[in-house]
């Protein structure tokens, strides 16, 4: 049975970090990823990272600022976000992705999310 259960969003200020967690079961070797909706805008990825982490993917905008890790023994994924800004507000998901040129997306049902609001 999979599933995928997103923590550690809260309100922080700007400049300040968050490490969010993904309890991720049932996706064996699957490359995972993060992704993230702010209010009234499309879903859209911000980070991957393959089984044996010798591969990770960022959205170019989030370079430097986010780190993506994972713990296979724990089935649990990681995103530390530092440097918060305003406009990083919002829902947080992760999902077992697929990576092909140009794109990488979520292939499986979406989780409840967990919401990151960051204050000016």
């Known amino acids: 049975q999979v599933q995928l259960v997103e923590s550690g969003g809260g309100l922080v200020q700007a400049g300040g970090s968050l490490r969010l967690s993904c309890a991720a079961s049932?996706?064996?070797?699957?490359?995972m990823g993060w992704f993230r909706q702010a209010p009234g805008k499309d879903r859209n990825f911000v980070a991957a990272?393959?089984?044996?982490?010798?591969?990770?993917y960022y959205a170019d905008s989030l370079k430097g600022r986010f780190t993506i890790s994972r713990d296979n023994a724990k089935n649990t994924v990681y995103l530390q976000m530092n440097s918060l800004k305003p406009e990083d507000t919002a829902v947080y998901y992760c999902?077992?992705?697929?990576?092909?040129?140009?794109?990488?997306?979520?292939?499986?049902?979406w989780g409840k999310g967990t919401l990151v609001t960051v204050s000016s």
């Open positions: 999902n077992a992705v697929a990576v092909v040129p140009g794109k990488i997306y979520g292939i499986a049902y």
């Open positions: 049932g996706f064996g070797t699957y490359t």
């Open positions: 990272i393959s089984w044996s982490a010798s591969n990770t």
